[in-house]
Nanobody, 114 residues
Framework: VQLQASGGGLVQPGGSLRLSCAGS????????LGWYRQAPGKERELVAA???????TYETFARGRFTISRDIAKNTVDLQMNSLKNEDTAVYYC?????????WGQGTQVTVSS
């Protein structure tokens, strides 16, 4: 199983980024998919998740600004991030949970700075 995250980078406050995570060796439509982030000196935290049935949850800080989506045909899960703030700076990780086991991508750096 491999998860490959991409799309991070440097963006100014108020800007947007789209992260994408491609999975191989695992069916995303049968998995719970999530985006997490970890800022320096802080614990990893959930950003958003989508279940195999399509139910979506967002952490409070992401609600209204971030959108999680999946493409079953491409076996990908994306995170559209708008109105980015300095405090969104972190390494973002995708995760797929299947049959009680978590699989993680390698992380992609998002830096929000003017």
């Amino acid at each position: 199983v491999q998860l490959q995250a991409s799309g991070g980078g440097l963006v100014q406050p108020g800007g947007s980024l789209r992260l994408s995570c491609a999975g191989s060796g695992i069916r995303f439509d049968l998995s719970v998919l999530g985006w997490y982030r970890q800022a320096p000196g802080k614990e990893r935290e959930l950003v958003a998740a989508i279940t195999s049935g399509g139910s979506i949850t967002y952490e409070t800080f992401a609600r209204g600004r971030f959108t999680i989506s999946r493409d079953i045909a491409k076996n990908t899960v994306d995170l559209q991030m708008n109105s980015l703030k300095n405090e969104d700076t972190a390494v973002y990780y995708c995760c797929a949970r299947r049959l009680g086991k978590d699989y993680w991508g390698q992380g992609t750096q998002v830096t929000v700075s003017s």
